[in-house]
């Protein structure tokens, strides 16, 4: 790929040539009605050479006479003047208002923002502070209302969980689909298979992290049903459409942005000191005096470096662009680096009756990965290590090696560096359309896609480590290839008569994502010194994975504008998935939507307090379909291990571990969304309102198989949830002038979910406990409650011999199972995001604040940290340490699950744009700092009351469930941009 | 020119959609379905394969619930260290229906009976159906299915017999059998493969003896399942297997060690290697006993989980000189160069005969330990040893037979039996005389300890609801456990065993 982007610079570049006869230079002065206008572009038609005005408006440029200028700048109406005899040309623009008007990206096309009948909302980058953001889709927390994510850790690059409108699915995954430019992507990433040994476990990697921010121009998110629908049966979870920037006709120039960031951990976790804990174990400590925690945090530095060229001329624009990001975590051992190109072209020909569209972006990331074991066992990952090591023992003992002292306590610092562990990959997706208007009012589009992630692993346990030395050592080899193939093609027909217009769009879409993985596991080495580029080992054991899925979807759309004042817009896909049965394959998904433009009817007419007003109403119909590949179908897996040994000989099994649903369907939400939008006193202030009532039903549900079955479970289309919320974004001007501007923006969603419906009505558990001697489960799926409920003992206090005292709900003096209630609730009410952005001359200052109320986390890692029975030999905090020895709390009480509510100050930037009129060379020049996680109001006493580790059972995933989880990075990061 | 342009566009666009492709037939790569599994005769060899890895229940599962709920096995919570209600339940006879240890087992059970189900439902429909060698195949997953359901008879007594694929939308019933018809059902299976199975087969895969005895366990039992004693049955499947060529072996350890191939003593095995896999991978019963600073002593590659132990009185029923005793872990422990050993608390390890705390709250060295089955030969990953277990052993058949002469004959019928296998317990030996049932009890305690029997033994021989350490008399009802509540919620024509 990067070769490519080489070869293809200097033919791009002879674009940029023209050819020059009689020459003169023209200048004059380019103005409104009311002022001049600096920086718009003028160019001679059919090149690339133009110019810009300067700061009062003037400009000159060497023409032929008989060239034609085209003079264009934002917000205003395109002129086109044909060079006389004149030197002198002053031109004088208008106000477009049309043009001034947003327009949104939305599923297979573009439209105005007031033309909406969905609801959807939009962010531009460049109005946004991004910080040091690793992955597109953190941008829109706190921005755009009804967004929640929650990382799964704090790793660079590490995935996050995302929910638009809340929690839809109970097995299958509530993710929403991403669109980036126009191509439907994949994020499911297998995890490394290496048996019953978590040893290995770390976060997944975030696909999206490929995406270099600096290349995103806008982030759409689509919410309702009717915005949604034509994405069908994978619309239910909404839909992020992320574009791209390309090229702008006549503007070149070349672009440097670049920052530096120095991050730690916000927050650490309480716990005994070497003095304190010397003062209730006084046998068998160490001399010294570590704070494991110190030991393994860090001050992570993070540098970025993006460079991007951009121009071209009216027939072929271009944006290039590399980057290049290394981020340090701020637990030792763990990086991510990566290196980006993207390339998107546009080129019209045959006076622009074919337009195509190249876009192409190749990045290479790696990471450097800790074991991070975040469930289950006893040995545990360098943070678990880290709260439980003796604060009395040394990092290295006295000739330099590092102190192992215990069996079950590993020396985290050990761990981190005796353990090598990294992912290298490379992700290229290319695509090119071509869209052909046959006619001025229909135009034909193809749209051709191919999106390649090669991803490889390489583990290296070495002898001397405390996990790999018992078995002399373990290499990780894994080589995977996940990728996705499209073909779209689609036709737009648009009509007007009068005061009324229709458009109509029909296509065709075939996609095909694939999944190729192979590892090989070795143990027994002989030495280190090969780690993992040489497994001729003892032991070897090999494993194969290769399977596809195939969508394919006819989707259709007609929009209807009567007379500016009611919009119509109805959708229908039908869409086959190889998901599912021969029988269940296609289904169809509709939706209707319907919008009144108040404030362009008579009675309006004579009001200039409302500039918007309106309402919208949608219905309809979209899928889930995140299950595994072939859940319809009895396979028989051929393992390698856990097979018989007949005779002499090791025979491999065939097994069947899976019940086969012949009847599996997609999951059904039915969403009606009914909202306002609208913009008051000169649109010094807008903001809409949305009301959505989501109703998922037949929902993909692992049910507990009746026996003797392969299993203990099957997925079924059973069981019925809602969401109903509000949503409400405003946006004030509080300040507009030539020295002042002032902008700030509130959005806020407030989101219930409730369980409707379940298999027989039973109750279904998830949020699996973990810990040291830990069993069971933290939440309940329970009809009539939220999904991620919290359920146990109601802790009331510690009584005077030691003992927890729980609630005896039923007064019949015993504590069983009985008396177990609901505990809280993992899923937030409310939550919302405040921005500000103030500019004053070049000064510029953002801040962004954001918080979420009603929430709780399961703290699971304080529940560990607190047993008494931590004593001695692992590190407790006070409360753990004055309880009864060797005693042993309970983890299914409501002691460990807290009320997560927080205010975060998530975002202050403080910029300075230079003056740099007087240079010529030099467009323009910003210099900022930012700080970002800065400070955080809670009560929560984990690192971050923002997480989600997966603790979810094979039937439902869990929510808000923290133990030991990799915490959030605080940052102060000096950032440059600069362009020629 | 332009409309030729046009009108190509538009006719290659109209083709495109006409003859779009709607091909949605995508197979699994890595994974075998109905159209590629089992064209050849060998695969079948590999279907057995994984019929038989479905007996990885025994070591966890099974071993967990029928050991801690007799006289020979407690998981006690050590500080938070196996802090699970549901186990310490089942020593103390108060589980409830919910209890997930119980579930387990029964789900492990139904794995087994599924995977033999389809096998046998794939090879009834293949062109292999007539083969010789399929045929035994097909016998061998019947004894199998037979063998669990065996043990559903044992521990849940009435529940529905599927012999095909289940449709999950048309669940199974119990409520029109009873225990007598699970009873039947296993009786009459295993009286025809007794016909089906081979005289003798590789090792590692049962011969038609391992049905004989079988047939006997049932028989002895069957006063239990069923109100009618069939002691002469029992004896006469007993006398079928002493006049076979499986034999007692001279050492007592050698029937258990790493190195256990082909001991004539075996009947049946759960056949176990380290390096190539282990027949399931739950091969774990030496890890839930051995305290983690044992790890270096026994070579294995991880810590273990020092969980079970055996409780005092179970302990002292072996007179000392006994030979069996060697399985015992007791007292202050040393390493293999004797030097101290400690708990990972740092604390020293001696495992205690009589617990210092209870079994709500012990301490990491409370309990001896059972370690029957010594590691050895090359350990590879976590949970596999190279023992293979013995599910089915001759002396149990000589036990056995014992048992049934003096239910008929009265104490010292079986005498010569039961020093037969006595013998080779002690250097000098110490034979029994005149022995009545309780001796016997006790004698088959310190012959089959921590093989999965107690509990059988303890309800047999009406001691089941005894008290014993941590234990008090328990109800009459729960010589039988619950249909799980899980299996009601998943199938609610499921009825309830009585008194739950």
Same mark, same amino acid.
């Given at each position: 790929?990067k070769?490519?982007?080489?070869?293809?610079?200097?033919?791009?570049?002879?674009f940029g040539?023209?050819?020059?006869?009689?020459?003169?230079?023209?200048?004059?002065?380019?103005?409104?009605?009311?002022e001049?206008?600096?920086?718009?572009?003028?160019?001679?038609?059919?090149?690339?050479t133009?110019?810009?005005?300067?700061?009062?408006?003037?400009?000159?440029?060497?023409?032929?006479?008989?060239?034609?200028?085209?003079?264009?700048?934002l917000?205003?109406?395109?002129?086109?003047?044909?060079?006389?005899a004149q030197?002198?040309?002053?031109?004088?623009?208008l106000?477009? #208002?049309q043009?001034?008007?947003?327009?949104?990206?939305?599923?297979?096309? *573009?439209?105005?923002?007031? !033309?909406?009948?969905?609801?959807?909302?939009?962010?531009?980058?460049?109005?946004?502070?991004?910080?040091?953001? *690793?992955?597109?889709?953190?941008?829109?927390?706190?921005?755009?209302?009804?967004?929640?994510i929650?990382?799964?850790?704090?790793?660079?690059?590490?995935e996050?969980?995302?929910?638009?409108?809340g929690?839809?699915?109970?097995?299958?995954?509530?993710?929403?689909?991403?669109?980036?430019?126009?191509?439907p992507?994949?994020?499911?990433r297998?995890?490394?298979?290496?048996?019953?040994?978590?040893?290995?476990?770390?976060?997944?990697?975030?696909?999206?992290?490929?995406?270099?921010?600096?290349?995103?121009e806008?982030?759409?998110?689509?919410?309702d049903?009717?915005a949604?629908?034509?994405y069908?049966?994978?619309?239910?979870?909404?839909?992020?459409?992320?574009?791209?920037?390309?090229?702008?006709?006549?503007?070149?120039?070349?672009?440097?942005?670049?920052?530096?960031?120095?991050?730690?951990?916000?927050?650490?976790?309480?716990?005994?000191?070497?003095?304190?804990?010397?003062?209730?174990v006084?046998?068998?400590n160490?001399?010294a005096?570590?704070d494991?925690?110190?030991?393994i945090?860090?001050?992570?530095?993070?540098?970025?470096?993006?460079?991007?060229f951009?121009?071209?001329?009216?027939?072929?624009?271009?944006?290039?662009?590399?980057?290049y990001?290394?981020?340090?975590?701020?637990?030792?051992?763990?990086?991510?680096?990566?290196?980006?190109?993207?390339?998107?072209?546009?080129?019209?020909?045959?006076?622009?009756?074919?337009?195509v569209?190249y876009?192409?972006?190749?990045?290479?990331?790696?990471?450097?990965?800790?074991?991070?074991?975040?469930?289950?066992?006893?040995?545990?990952?360098?943070?678990n290590?880290?709260?439980?090591?003796?604060?009395?023992?040394?990092?290295?003992?006295?000739?330099?090696?590092?102190?192992?002292?215990?069996?079950?306590?590993?020396?985290?610092?050990?761990?981190?560096?005796?353990?090598?562990?990294?992912?290298?990959g490379?992700?290229?997706?290319?695509?090119?359309?071509?869209?052909?208007?046959?006619?001025?009012d229909?135009?034909?589009?193809?749209?051709?896609?191919?999106?390649?992630?090669?991803?490889?692993?390489?583990?290296?346990q070495?002898?001397?480590s405390a996990?790999?030395?018992?078995?002399?050592?373990?290499?990780?080899?894994?080589?995977?290839?996940?990728?996705?193939?499209?073909?779209?093609?689609?036709?737009?027909?648009?009509?007007?008569?009068?005061?009324?217009?229709?458009?109509?769009?029909?296509?065709?879409?075939?996609?095909?994502f !694939?999944?190729?993985?192979?590892?090989?596991?070795?143990?027994?080495?002989?030495?280190?010194?090969?780690?993992?580029?040489?497994?001729?080992?003892?032991?070897?054991?090999?494993?194969?994975?290769?399977?596809?899925?195939?969508?394919?979807?006819?989707?259709?759309?007609?929009?209807?504008?009567?007379?500016?004042?009611?919009?119509?817009?109805?959708?229908?896909?039908?869409?086959?998935?190889?998901?599912?049965?021969?029988?269940?394959?296609?289904?169809?998904?509709?939706s209707?939507?319907f919008a009144?433009?108040?404030?362009?009817?008579?009675?309006?007419?004579?009001?200039?307090?409302f500039?918007?007003?309106?309402?919208?109403?949608?219905?309809?119909?979209?899928?889930?379909?995140?299950?595994?590949?072939?859940?319809?179908?009895?396979?028989?897996?051929?393992?390698?291990?856990?097979?018989?040994?007949?005779?002499?000989?090791?025979?491999?099994?065939?097994?069947?571990?899976?019940?086969?649903?012949?009847?599996?369907?997609?999951?059904?939400?039915?969403?009606?969304?009914?909202?306002?939008?609208?913009?008051?006193?000169?649109?010094?202030? #807008?903001?809409?309102?949305?009301?959505?009532n989501?109703?998922?039903?037949?929902?993909?549900?692992?049910?507990?198989?009746p026996?003797?079955?392969v299993?203990?479970?099957?997925?079924?289309?059973?069981?019925?949830?809602?969401?109903?919320?509000?949503e409400?974004?405003?946006?004030?001007?509080?300040?507009?002038?030539?020295?002042?501007?002032?902008?700030?923006n509130?959005?806020?969603?407030?989101?219930?979910?409730?369980?409707?419906?379940l298999?027989?009505?039973?109750?279904?558990? #998830?949020?699996?406990?973990?810990?040291?001697?830990?069993?069971?489960?933290?939440?309940?799926?329970?009809?009539?409650?939220?999904?991620?409920?919290?359920?146990?003992?109601?802790?009331?206090?510690?009584d005077?011999?030691?003992?927890?005292?729980?609630?005896?709900?039923?007064?019949?003096?015993?504590?069983?199972?009985?008396?177990?209630?609901?505990?809280?609730?993992?899923?937030?009410?409310?939550?919302?995001?405040?921005?500000?952005?103030?500019?004053?001359?070049?000064?510029?200052?953002?801040?962004?604040?954001?918080?979420?109320?009603?929430?709780?986390v399961?703290?699971?890692?304080?529940?560990?940290?607190?047993?008494?029975?931590?004593?001695?030999?692992?590190n407790?905090?006070?409360?753990?340490?004055?309880?009864?020895?060797n005693?042993?709390?309970?983890?299914?009480?409501?002691?460990?699950i807290?009320?997560?509510?927080?205010?975060?100050?998530?975002?202050?930037?403080?910029?300075?744009?230079?003056?740099?009129?007087?240079?010529?060379?030099?467009?323009?020049?910003?210099?900022?700092?930012?700080?970002?996680?800065?400070?955080?109001?809670?009560?929560?006493?984990?690192?971050?009351?923002?997480?989600?580790?997966?603790?979810?059972?094979?039937?439902?995933?869990?929510?808000?469930?923290?133990?030991?989880?990799?915490?959030?990075?605080?940052?102060?990061?000096?950032?440059?941009?600069?362009?020629? | 020119?332009?409309?030729?342009?046009?009108?190509?566009?538009?006719?290659?666009?109209?083709?495109?959609?006409?003859f779009?492709?709607?091909?949605?037939?995508?197979?699994?790569?890595?994974?075998?379905?109905?159209?590629?599994?089992?064209?050849?005769?060998?695969?079948?060899?590999?279907?057995?394969?994984?019929?038989?890895?479905? @007996?990885?229940?025994?070591?966890?599962?099974?071993?967990?619930?029928?050991?801690?709920?007799?006289?020979?096995?407690?998981?006690?919570?050590?500080?938070?260290?196996?802090?699970a209600?549901?186990l310490?339940?089942?020593h103390?006879?108060?589980?409830?229906?919910?209890?997930?240890?119980?579930?387990g087992?029964?789900?492990?059970?139904?794995?087994?009976?599924?995977?033999?189900n389809?096998?046998?439902?794939?090879?009834?429909?293949?062109?292999?159906?007539?083969?010789?060698?399929?045929?035994?195949?097909n016998? =061998?997953?019947?004894?199998?299915?037979?063998?669990?359901?065996?043990?559903?008879?044992?521990?849940?007594?009435?529940?529905?017999?599927?012999t095909?694929?289940?449709?999950?939308?048309?669940?199974?019933?119990?409520?029109?059998?009873?225990?007598?018809?699970?009873?039947?059902?296993?009786?009459?299976?295993?009286?025809?493969l007794?016909l089906?199975?081979p005289?003798?087969?590789?090792?590692g895969?049962?011969?038609?003896?391992?049905?004989?005895?079988?047939?006997?366990?049932?028989?002895?039992?069957?006063?239990?399942?069923?109100?009618?004693?069939?002691?002469?049955?029992?004896?006469?499947?007993?006398?079928?297997?002493?006049?076979?060529?499986?034999?007692?072996?001279?050492?007592?350890?050698?029937?258990?060690?790493w190195?256990?191939?082909n001991?004539?003593?075996?009947?049946?095995?759960?056949?176990?290697?380290?390096?190539?896999?282990?027949?399931?991978s739950?091969?774990?019963?030496?890890?839930?006993?051995?305290?983690?600073?044992?790890?270096?002593?026994?070579?294995?590659p991880?810590?273990?989980?020092n969980?079970?132990?055996?409780?005092?009185?179970?302990?002292?029923?072996?007179?000392?000189?006994?030979?069996?005793?060697?399985?015992?872990?007791e007292?202050?422990?040393?390493?293999?160069?004797?030097?101290?050993?400690?708990?990972?608390?740092?604390?020293?390890?001696?495992?205690?005969?009589?617990?210092?705390?209870?079994?709500?709250?012990?301490?990491?060295?409370?309990?001896?330990?059972?370690?029957?089955?010594?590691?050895?030969?090359?350990?590879?990953?976590?949970?596999?040893?190279?023992?293979?277990?013995?599910?089915?052993?001759?002396?149990?058949?000589? @036990?056995?037979?014992?048992?049934?002469?003096?239910?008929?004959?009265?104490?010292?019928?079986?005498? =010569?039996?039961?020093n037969?296998?006595?013998?080779?317990?002690?250097?000098?030996?110490?034979?029994?005389?005149?022995?009545?049932?309780?001796?016997l009890?006790?004698?088959?305690?310190?012959?089959?300890a921590?093989e999965?029997?107690?509990?059988?033994?303890?309800?047999?021989?009406?001691?089941?609801?005894?008290?014993?350490?941590?234990?008090?008399?328990?109800?009459?009802?729960?010589?039988?456990?619950?249909?799980?509540?899980?299996?009601?919620?998943?199938?609610?024509?499921? =009825?309830?065993?009585?008194?739950y």
């Amino acid at each position: 790929m990067k070769r490519l982007v080489l070869l293809m610079f200097p033919v791009l570049l002879l674009f940029g040539t023209s050819l020059y006869g009689q020459e003169k230079t023209i200048s004059g002065n380019v103005s409104d009605a009311t002022e001049s206008l600096p920086g718009v572009n003028i160019l001679i038609k059919g090149t690339s050479t133009g110019t810009v005005t300067d700061f009062d408006g003037n400009y000159s440029l060497k023409v032929n006479e008989g060239d034609v200028l085209v003079v264009s700048y934002l917000g205003y109406a395109t002129q086109e003047i044909t060079v006389g005899a004149q030197d002198v040309i002053d031109i004088s623009l208008l106000e477009d #208002t049309q043009q001034l008007e947003e327009i949104v990206v939305i599923g297979y096309g *573009t439209e105005k923002k007031s !033309d909406a009948t969905g609801a959807l909302e939009s962010i531009e980058a460049s109005k946004i502070n991004k910080g040091a953001t *690793t992955s597109p889709e953190m941008l829109l927390n706190g921005r755009v209302a009804g967004v929640q994510i929650s990382p799964n850790s704090g790793q660079p690059g590490a995935e996050q969980n995302v929910r638009i409108r809340g929690v839809n699915s109970i097995s299958a995954s509530s993710e929403p689909l991403y669109v980036i430019d126009g191509v439907p992507i994949d994020n499911n990433r297998s995890e490394i298979a290496v048996g019953n040994d978590a040893a290995v476990n770390s976060s997944k990697l975030n696909p999206l992290s490929m995406i270099a921010p600096n290349d995103i121009e806008s982030i759409t998110v689509l919410k309702d049903a009717s915005a949604t629908a034509i994405y069908g049966s994978r619309g239910a979870n909404g839909v992020i459409i992320i574009k791209t920037k390309s090229g702008v006709a006549g503007f070149s120039s070349v672009s440097y942005d670049s920052y530096l960031s120095l991050g730690s951990v916000s927050n650490k976790i309480d716990l005994l000191s070497a003095d304190d804990y010397r003062s209730f174990v006084n046998s068998g400590n160490g001399n010294a005096s570590t704070d494991w925690q110190d030991e393994i945090f860090r001050s992570a530095i993070t540098t970025n470096h993006s460079l991007s060229f951009t121009g071209g001329g009216n027939n072929t624009q271009y944006r290039g662009s590399i980057g290049y990001l290394n981020q340090e975590g701020v637990v030792i051992g763990t990086n991510l680096e990566t290196i980006n190109g993207r390339l998107n072209v546009n080129q019209s020909f045959f006076e622009d009756r074919l337009k195509v569209q190249y876009n192409i972006s190749s990045t290479r990331y790696s990471t450097d990965n800790i074991i991070e074991q975040q469930t289950g066992g006893v040995s545990g990952g360098i943070i678990n290590n880290a709260l439980k090591a003796d604060p009395t023992q040394p990092v290295l003992n006295a000739d330099g090696s590092f102190n192992e002292w215990a069996s079950q306590v590993f020396n985290p610092v050990a761990l981190a560096n005796q353990v090598d562990d990294m992912t290298e990959g490379n992700r290229l997706i290319g695509s090119i359309s071509a869209e052909y208007n046959v006619l001025e009012d229909l135009s034909i589009k193809v749209n051709l896609a191919n999106d390649v992630d090669n991803q490889k692993r390489r583990i290296f346990q070495s002898l001397a480590s405390a996990i790999g030395g018992p078995i002399s050592g373990r290499a990780i080899r894994e080589e995977a290839q996940y990728s996705n193939q499209l073909l779209e093609t689609y036709l737009n027909y648009s009509l007007k008569f009068k005061e009324n217009s229709l458009s109509v769009l029909g296509g065709y879409s075939w996609q095909e994502f !694939d999944t190729d993985v192979t590892n090989v596991i070795a143990t027994g080495f002989d030495s280190d010194n090969l780690g993992f580029n040489n497994i001729n080992a003892q032991n070897q054991n090999a494993f194969a994975l290769k399977e596809s899925n195939r969508l394919i979807s006819f989707f259709g759309r007609l929009n209807l504008n009567l007379g500016y004042k009611y919009l119509i817009t109805a959708t229908l896909r039908g869409d086959g998935s190889s998901k599912f049965g021969p029988e269940n394959r296609w289904g169809v998904f509709p939706s209707a939507a319907f919008a009144w433009k108040i404030v362009n009817e008579g009675f309006m007419a004579n009001q200039d307090f409302f500039t918007n007003l309106k309402l919208r109403l949608g219905y309809g119909v979209t899928g889930n379909q995140n299950i595994g590949n072939f859940r319809y179908l009895s396979t028989v897996n051929v393992n390698q291990v856990g097979g018989a040994v007949f005779g002499n000989q090791y025979v491999l099994p065939y097994s069947y571990t899976s019940i086969p649903n012949p009847n599996l369907q997609w999951e059904e939400t039915s969403q009606f969304n009914i909202g306002l939008d609208f913009g008051i006193i000169k649109d010094k202030i #807008t903001g809409s309102i949305d009301f959505y009532n989501k109703v998922t039903d037949n929902l993909l549900l692992e049910v507990p198989a009746p026996q003797p079955s392969v299993s203990g479970v099957y997925l079924d289309n059973i069981g019925e949830m809602t969401n109903t919320g509000v949503e409400l974004n405003l946006n004030y001007s509080a300040l507009r002038s030539k020295e002042w501007n002032w902008d700030l923006n509130f959005n806020l969603a407030y989101n219930q979910n409730e369980i409707k419906e379940l298999f027989n009505g039973n109750d279904i558990t #998830t949020g699996v406990i973990s810990g040291a001697g830990a069993a069971g489960q933290s939440q309940i799926i329970r009809v009539g409650e939220s999904i991620g409920s919290f359920y146990g003992f109601e802790f009331e206090n510690i009584d005077g011999n030691g003992a927890e005292v729980f609630r005896d709900i039923n007064n019949d003096d015993i504590i069983d199972d009985n008396d177990r209630v609901i505990l809280g609730k993992a899923l937030p009410d409310v939550v919302w995001g405040l921005n500000s952005r103030l500019a004053h001359k070049g000064f510029d200052f953002g801040i962004l604040i954001r918080g979420q109320n009603g929430l709780s986390v399961f703290n699971n890692t304080r529940a560990e940290i607190t047993q008494p029975s931590r004593l001695p030999g692992q590190n407790t905090n006070l409360e753990g340490a004055q309880g009864r020895q060797n005693d042993a709390y309970l983890y299914t009480s409501s002691r460990w699950i807290e009320d997560a509510s927080f205010i975060k100050l998530d975002n202050i930037t403080l910029g300075y744009t230079f003056n740099t009129e007087k240079l010529g060379f030099l467009k323009n020049a910003r210099l900022y700092v930012t700080a970002q996680n800065l400070i955080i109001i809670t009560d929560y006493l984990g690192y971050d009351p923002e997480v989600n580790i997966n603790a979810g059972t094979s039937t439902a995933l869990s929510y808000g469930v923290d133990y030991t989880a990799y915490p959030q990075i605080r940052s102060v990061l000096f950032g440059l941009n600069v362009s020629f | 020119m332009k409309n030729i342009i046009n009108y190509s566009f538009i006719v290659s666009f109209l083709l495109f959609s006409v003859f779009a492709c709607t091909d949605l037939e995508v197979l699994p790569d890595s994974q075998l379905t109905s159209s590629n599994a089992f064209k050849n005769k060998n695969e079948f060899l590999n279907g057995l394969s994984g019929v038989y890895s479905t @007996l990885g229940v025994y070591g966890d599962q099974l071993f967990k619930v029928n050991e801690t709920s007799s006289d020979e096995a407690i998981v006690p919570a050590r500080g938070a260290d196996w802090k699970a209600p549901p186990l310490q339940n089942l020593h103390k006879h108060t589980w409830q229906v919910s209890n997930g240890e119980i579930n387990g087992a029964y789900e492990a059970l139904s794995r087994g009976i599924a995977q033999a189900n389809i096998f046998m439902g794939v090879i009834a429909e293949s062109d292999f159906a007539d083969d010789s060698e399929v045929k035994i195949m097909n016998a =061998e997953a019947r004894f199998l299915r037979a063998f669990y359901y065996y043990n559903m008879l044992d521990m849940f007594g009435d529940v529905p017999i599927v012999t095909e694929p289940i449709d999950p939308s048309d669940p199974p019933s119990n409520k029109n059998t009873d225990r007598t018809d699970v009873y039947n059902f296993v009786i009459s299976e295993l009286e025809t493969l007794t016909l089906e199975l081979p005289e003798t087969n590789d090792y590692g895969r049962v011969d038609r003896y391992a049905a004989y005895f079988l047939l006997a366990k049932t028989y002895i039992n069957a006063e239990v399942f069923t109100g009618n004693p069939e002691l002469d049955k029992a004896i006469e499947n007993c006398d079928k297997l002493i006049n076979s060529s499986y034999q007692l072996s001279d050492d007592f350890s050698s029937v258990f060690a790493w190195n256990n191939d082909n001991n004539l003593e075996n009947i049946f095995v759960w056949r176990s290697d380290s390096q190539t896999g282990n027949w399931g991978s739950s091969y774990i019963i030496h890890n839930f006993t051995l305290n983690q600073g044992l790890q270096q002593r026994y070579g294995m590659p991880n810590a273990p989980w020092n969980g079970f132990s055996t409780i005092g009185s179970f302990y002292r029923s072996f007179s000392p000189g006994d030979l069996r005793s060697y399985i015992f872990l007791e007292g202050n422990q040393l390493g293999s160069n004797g030097e101290q050993l400690f708990d990972r608390f740092g604390d020293t390890l001696n495992f205690t005969i009589d617990y210092v705390g209870d079994i709500d709250n012990a301490t990491q060295s409370d309990g001896v330990r059972v370690l029957k089955y010594v590691p050895g030969g090359n350990l590879s990953a976590c949970c596999f040893l190279n023992n293979d277990f013995a599910v089915f052993r001759f002396a149990d058949v000589l @036990l056995m037979k014992a048992e049934a002469l003096i239910r008929k004959n009265g104490p010292g019928a079986g005498d =010569e039996l039961i020093n037969n296998v006595r013998e080779r317990a002690f250097t000098t030996p110490q034979p029994l005389t005149n022995v009545d049932l309780d001796e016997l009890l006790a004698e088959r305690g310190r012959e089959f300890a921590w093989e999965l029997w107690r509990r059988n033994d303890l309800i047999r021989f009406g001691k089941f609801n005894d008290s014993w350490e941590y234990k008090n008399q328990s109800e009459p009802f729960r010589t039988l456990f619950p249909i799980p509540q899980q299996q009601i919620d998943a199938n609610p024509n499921l =009825e309830q065993n009585p008194g739950y």
